[in-house]
């Protein structure tokens, strides 16, 4: 995950909205690995109904529609919005961790070979 993600999941989590949305179609990308994407629409908190291509994949077209999903959007930027069951904040940071532990572990053996 990269730092532009990472704080973009943050920025969902904190001060998404959550609501029941619907996927409607699916856009299907790639030649050789076939990548599907699910196309959902919701309501919004002022009623509007929005659209939008998720970014998160399927390797094949496995996506029912319709299938109820849940949405999370931003309330001041109703088309920002992602499938809630596409964070995982928890798994990152698991990943995160591990990767600060091994730095910090490198850094611990690796430094005295410097001092010699």
Avoid: C, N, W
């Amino acid at each position: 995950m990269t730092v532009i993600e990472a704080r973009r999941v943050l920025r969902f989590l904190r001060a998404g909205v959550r609501t029941d949305g619907e996927i409607i179609g699916e856009e299907l990308h790639g030649v050789r690995y076939r990548a599907s994407y699910p196309v959902v629409r919701f309501r919004d908190s002022d009623g509007s109904i929005r659209q939008f291509r998720s970014l998160i994949s399927k390797k094949t077209d496995q996506f029912i529609h319709p299938e109820k999903v849940t949405v999370i959007y931003l309330p001041e930027s109703p088309d920002m919005a992602e499938l809630f069951s596409g964070f995982h904040p928890y798994k990152h940071l698991v990943g995160i961790t591990f990767a600060l532990m091994l730095s910090v572990a490198f850094a611990v053996f690796s430094l005295p070979m410097f001092f010699d």
